[in-house]
């Protein structure tokens, strides 16, 4: 069965750190770009941080530029978000999505995990 399954994910004070893990099941993620997103309700879903397949180029967004760095371990099947000087709105639904390439349209993304929560609070 194909599945993204995210972890990592609690509680953590202001200025800490979290290392978020997005592991592959039923497909390899060596040929797929593979971003990380965020939500709380009422809000939209942001994108934070894609990593491609072809060459492992980087993308992140302004919000936590400096701050997150996503790397994948091709033999693990697995991509990882390390989060840190992590603020309180940072606080949100991490999930990680498999698309082709980076830069498509959130309909695009082949797959999704279940997200995992992040909370950023003293």
């Known amino acids: 069965q194909v599945q993204l399954v995210e972890s990592g994910g609690g509680l953590v004070q202001p200025g800490g750190s979290l290392r978020l893990s997005c592991a592959a099941s039923g497909f390899t993620l060596d040929y797929y770009a593979i971003g990380w997103f965020r939500q709380v309700p009422g809000k939209e879903r942001e994108g934070v941080a894609c990593?491609?397949?072809?060459?492992?180029?980087?993308y992140y967004a302004d919000s936590v530029k400096g701050r997150f760095t996503i790397s994948r371990d091709n033999a693990k099947n697995t991509v990882y978000l390390q989060m840190n000087s992590l603020k309180p709105e940072d606080a949100e639904v991490y999930y990680c999505?498999?698309?082709?390439?980076?830069?498509?349209?959130?309909?695009?993304?082949?797959?999704w995990g279940q997200g995992t929560q992040v909370t950023v609070s003293s």
């Open positions: 999505a498999a698309a082709p390439v980076c830069g498509v349209t959130d309909p695009e993304y082949n797959y």
């Open positions: 990593i491609s397949s072809s060459d492992g180029s980087t």
